[in-house]
């Protein structure tokens, strides 16, 4: 194969496919089950009403069953594709759930918005809601911080009025952009790896991409689609007897202070930074990894570990002046009304994980590589059709980058700034079109208290906005690379 010098030079030619099953059907049944998988899901709950839990687990079974999963496997490949996500997710939404609720009740959730919007003005709220998605997604799973940052939303939202959509998309749209993009979040780390790119160019690069991507995709499209699609601000939380007890006592516990709210909130972001920042200097070498005070700083530095200290320094900081009878009310008032989104998320790892056991993730893969495209437009539409198959965004990340991998090794002359931008192409892909089989989809989707259409129409348009936007940028300075 020839050098690359710029991406219309460069294609897949004869790109190997590992699989670790042996699909009964051949490559088009298999994407004939796929569609059809996904159309009945939507035609259950959109037509019918179903639960979406109990379709996701219905359809999961059937495409199971329809791919000829063996039957003393089928079972397992389900548990485990909704053990792995709640695993994921279940711990980091019930913990942010407590974070966001302590704030919102103990009036921390207004001062920060009083705060931002008197310092960017009324109008441009939703701006610096997206900024701040930005800031505080840097370190932070896309979940985990959506869900902290919620109530402050909701609250920005109640005083200025006029659709929640105007306010929630940006920064929606920040969280996943820093997400998919930006080391040190698992997928792009995992397909620098992967395709011998630098992650401190990818770091650097993603950043450039990211924020131009999150403007046009996220924040530009929100002031299109918010007047056209009134969402009421839901409400959240608690049942009415918690509301009922704390009504009250909000009255009289004092509002705590921008700066004790702020580093609440930079509370995770640093203990995470403190994990990234040790994990760097073992790699390069310059600090001891057998060292004994390296590992116990490691783990406070782990996302869960992180944003359980700061569920505890909230209930401490976001509790003076209650009982804790009350506060113990807050807290778990805040599982409640998030249980529901953690099983449907569950149930969403459960559809990705059979469409992979099946073999349909494979036989898309397949396809797509048979057509011959430029190497880094191979990349984004690789990345795409695995991600419409099975969900997630980091499977598709670091599965494309595994795919192309052979390929890139076997290409001479490819730039440090190709291969960089090489991984933001899957990355831009592993954004785009995400619908009901993503967990994204559903958090998304029910904290906001939106039907599966209205989440199509908004959530799956943006997300498809900020990836392609990304990947045009991505094509542009790829000429250069």
């Known amino acids: 194969m020839r050098a690359a010098t710029g991406f219309e030079e460069t294609r897949i030619e004869e790109l190997p496919v590992e699989t670790t099953t042996e699909p009964v059907y051949?490559?088009?049944?298999?994407?004939?089950?796929?569609?059809?998988?996904?159309?009945?899901?939507?035609?259950?709950?959109?037509?019918?009403?179903?639960?979406?839990f109990i379709s996701l687990v219905l359809v999961s079974l059937l495409v199971g069953l329809a791919t000829r999963i063996p039957f003393d496997e089928l079972v397992d490949t389900l548990l485990t594709g909704f053990g792995d996500t709640l695993a994921?997710?279940?711990?980091?939404?019930?913990?942010?759930?407590m974070i966001g609720r302590l704030l919102e009740i103990s009036g921390g959730a207004r001062v920060l918005?009083?705060?931002?919007?008197?310092?960017?003005?009324?109008?441009?709220?939703?701006?610096?809601?997206?900024?701040?998605?930005?800031?505080f997604g840097f370190p932070i799973f896309f979940d985990a911080a959506f869900v902290v940052l919620l109530p402050i939303v909701f609250s920005v939202a109640r005083r200025f009025g006029g659709s929640l959509?105007?306010?929630a998309l940006p920064t929606a749209g920040g969280f996943l952009a820093m997400h998919a993009l930006v080391p040190p979040h698992p997928g792009p780390v995992a397909a620098s790896e992967l395709l011998g790119a630098d992650v401190g160019l990818v770091?650097?690069?993603?950043?450039?991409?990211?924020?131009?991507?999150?403007?046009?995709?996220?924040?530009?499209?929100?002031?299109?689609?918010?007047?056209?699609?009134d969402v009421p601000v839901p409400v959240l939380g608690a049942s009415s007897e918690v509301d009922q007890d704390t009504a009250g006592s909000e009255e009289t516990a004092p509002l705590p202070r921008f700066g004790t709210v702020l580093g609440v909130l930079l509370l995770p972001l640093v203990m995470i930074f403190l994990h990234t920042g040790l994990e760097t200097l073992r790699t390069v070498g310059a600090v001891d990894s057998d060292a004994a005070w390296v590992r116990p700083l490691l783990l406070l530095g782990e996302t869960p570990i992180a944003l359980l200290a700061t569920a505890i320094v909230s209930i401490v900081v976001f509790g003076r002046g209650r009982s804790r009878t009350n506060v113990e009310q807050i807290v778990n008032g805040a599982l409640g009304p998030v249980c529901a989104i953690i099983l449907?998320?569950?149930?969403?790892?459960?559809?990705?994980?059979?469409?992979?056991?099946?073999?349909?993730?494979?036989a898309l893969a397949e396809t797509l590589n048979a057509?011959?495209?430029?190497?880094?437009?191979?990349?984004?539409?690789?990345?795409?059709?695995?991600?419409?198959?099975?969900?997630?965004?980091?499977?598709?990340?670091?599965?494309?980058?595994?795919?192309?991998?052979?390929?890139?090794a076997a290409v001479d002359g490819l730039s440090s700034l190709y291969l960089a931008l090489?991984?933001?192409?899957?990355?831009?892909?592993?954004?785009?079109?995400?619908?009901?089989?993503?967990?994204g989809f559903w958090l998304v989707g029910r904290f906001l208290g939106l039907d599966v259409s209205t989440t199509l129409k908004t959530w799956t348009v943006m997300a498809t906005l900020v990836g392609g936007t990304g990947f045009l940028l991505v094509l542009l300075i790829s000429v250069f690379a």
């Open 165 to 167: 959509l105007l306010y």
């Open 371 to 408: 057509a011959g495209f430029p190497l880094i437009v191979a990349a984004f539409v690789i990345a795409t059709g695995l991600r419409v198959a099975q969900g997630s965004a980091t499977v598709a990340l670091t599965t494309t980058a595994g795919l192309l991998a052979p390929t890139v």
């Open 203 to 229: 770091l650097l690069l993603g950043l450039l991409v990211a924020v131009p991507s999150w403007y046009v995709g996220s924040y530009v499209f929100s002031k299109f689609i918010g007047p056209r699609i």
């Open 88 to 97: 994921n997710v279940g711990l980091l939404v019930g913990l942010g759930a």
């Open 26 to 52: 051949g490559v088009m049944p298999l994407l004939a089950i796929a569609v059809a998988a996904v159309a009945l899901l939507l035609l259950l709950i959109v037509r019918f009403k179903l639960h979406a």
């Open 344 to 362: 449907i998320t569950g149930a969403g790892g459960m559809f990705g994980s059979v469409l992979q056991a099946s073999g349909i993730g494979d």
């Open 422 to 439: 090489l991984v933001l192409a899957i990355a831009c892909g592993s954004m785009v079109l995400s619908h009901v089989n993503d967990s």
């Open 113 to 135: 918005a009083d705060t931002l919007i008197n310092r960017f003005g009324p109008r441009r709220a939703p701006l610096a809601l997206g900024l701040a998605s930005l800031l």
